[in-house]
């Protein structure tokens, strides 16, 4: 059965440092997703990852995915107050038909 | 703002009563899937559901759970006698060269 987790599960940081949140998976994927979740919200698309070596920024957030180790990473550069939210990995096995969730990483960036 | 609508946005009812829970997708997608969040929680997959057949179900999914599609467009998940645990906010995730994640229904069972 496919295993994904997280760590940290909670993260509180100030404005301006920088931090990675980890995603460890157990078996061999075709996709691994992050999604943002702001309180009470939907899930909000930041990252698709294909293949091994896949990096991909936006703005002060970047994802990196090493299908080797099965571990995905997302990096927070210079953070700001805005990217307080709720940040999840999942990962995609099509012949599963399904997408399995990390516990999600509750980030709280304090002034 | 997703542009998978989900209605209701947000739905009580007491215990033992059915529920149904609706996505109207923007394009003609062929994959749905449904997800589940208990409060504080990760997401848990529920179904997914190919060409008007369910294709993969979780444990969650049991015979008080039912998917269709009834008109070709709106996908609904029927609940026929909610439990305190099914509270929770859920989610449909139509797929098309990824997933889209609706606006999402909490439910609340009193």
């Known amino acids: 059965e496919l295993k994904v987790e997280q760590n940290p599960l909670f993260l509180s940081m100030q404005e301006g440092k920088n931090y990675t949140i980890y995603c460890n998976y157990s078996?061999?994927?075709?996709?691994l997703y992050w999604y943002r979740q702001d309180p009470g919200k939907s899930l909000e698309s930041l990252f698709v990852?294909?293949?091994?070596?896949a990096v991909k920024q936006e703005g002060r957030l970047m994802a990196s995915l090493d299908t080797k180790a099965r571990l995905s990473t997302l990096h927070i550069t210079a953070a700001v107050h805005d990217l307080s939210a709720t940040y999840f990995c999942?990962?995609?096995?099509?012949?599963?038909?399904?997408?399995?969730f990390g516990q999600g990483t509750r980030l709280t960036i304090n002034p | 703002e997703p542009e998978v609508t989900q209605t209701p946005s947000h739905q009580v009812t007491q215990m033992g009563q059915e529920v149904i829970l609706r996505c109207v997708p923007i394009?003609?997608?062929?994959?749905f899937y449904w997800y589940r969040q208990i409060l504080g929680q990760k997401v848990e997959f529920l179904v997914s559901?190919?060409?008007?057949?369910?294709?993969?179900k979780s444990e969650i999914f049991d015979d008080q759970f039912s998917v269709e599609r009834p008109d070709g467009s709106n996908f609904t998940l029927k609940i026929r006698s909610t439990k305190l645990e099914d509270s929770a906010m859920y989610f449909c995730?139509?797929?098309?060269?990824?997933?889209?994640f609706g606006s999402g229904t909490r439910l609340t069972v009193v």
């Open positions: 394009s003609n997608h062929l994959y």
């Open positions: 559901f190919y060409n008007n057949e369910i294709s993969e």
């Open positions: 999942a990962v995609d096995i099509w012949r599963a038909q399904k997408l399995v």
């Open positions: 078996t061999t994927s075709d996709r």
């Open positions: 990852l294909l293949s091994n070596g």
């Open positions: 995730a139509p797929w098309s060269n990824g997933y889209t």
